[in-house]
């Protein structure tokens, strides 16, 4: 079973920052915190990973808390075509099995 | 580079028929995996493989085989169809571990659309 917990849905309005929030109090200390997104029908897309820092990239931002136990995924000026299951994943160093959720349905509205 | 591909895109079944699902990648990828999505659910992982020759059963094996002779390709085969099969079927590859980079992001295919009637 998944270890991180989500809501299930959230909206947002085009062109405002999407804040997806994600729970993981049983983290250890070697396990990342991943997301990825699943646009409909299409298999899951990598989004953003990170350890404790805060991290980002050209699709989104990953705030971690510092106790780690929970994070959140910004995705700084949604668009429509956001709209997306979107997963928090945690996972060990080596450990290349993924296990997820149900996740959060994104849904970007115009 | 075509990255991970999937055929066929959809295939319907008899209850009892065999078939093979085919995943390919070009990326020189050590580690592959098949997951099946039900309606409405997360992914579930079936079997993994961490490099040519290596296998491993997932989360939800039964029913499924799987072999790796090259790096290139990871085939499912279901043995015997069943209803509880149909599903929607993603192959994925990553990097292995150790490789210089701890980022294993994992590539995901288009998915196989399978209904068993």
């Known amino acids: 079973d998944a270890k991180t917990t989500q809501p299930p849905s959230m909206d947002c309005a085009e062109g405002r920052a999407a804040n997806l929030p994600c729970n993981h109090s049983?983290?250890?200390?070697?396990?990342?915190v991943y997301w990825y997104r699943q646009i409909h029908s299409q298999g899951p897309q990598y989004i953003i990973h990170?350890?404790?820092n805060n991290e980002t990239n050209e699709m989104a931002s990953l705030i971690i808390t510092e106790d780690r136990k929970s994070s959140t995924l910004i995705l700084p000026h949604a668009t429509l075509r956001d709209t997306a299951v979107y997963y928090c994943?945690?996972?060990?160093?080596?450990?290349?099995?993924?296990?997820f959720g149900k996740g959060t349905l994104l849904t970007v509205n115009p | 580079n075509a990255g991970v591909t999937q055929t066929p895109k959809f295939q319907v079944l008899k209850t009892g028929q065999s078939m093979t699902l085919q995943c390919a990648q070009d990326?020189?990828?050590?580690?592959m995996s098949w997951y099946r999505q039900d309606p409405g659910m997360g992914l579930r992982l079936i079997h993994y493989?961490?490099?040519?020759?290596?296998?491993d059963q997932g989360e939800v094996p039964n029913g499924y085989n799987v072999s790796r002779s090259t790096t290139e390709d990871f085939p499912l085969r279901l043995l015997s169809a069943a209803p509880s099969q149909t599903s929607v079927y993603f192959c994925?590859?990553?990097?292995?571990?150790?490789?210089?980079?701890?980022?294993?992001?994992?590539?995901f295919g288009p998915g196989t659309r399978l209904t068993v009637t």
């Open positions: 994925a590859s990553s990097y292995r571990a150790g490789r210089g980079t701890d980022t294993y992001e994992q590539y």
């Open positions: 049983t983290i250890s200390g070697n396990e990342y």
């Open positions: 990170g350890l404790k």
């Open positions: 994943i945690e996972r060990g160093g080596s450990n290349y099995k993924l296990t």
């Open positions: 990326m020189n990828h050590e580690y």
């Open positions: 493989s961490v490099g040519a020759g290596i296998t």
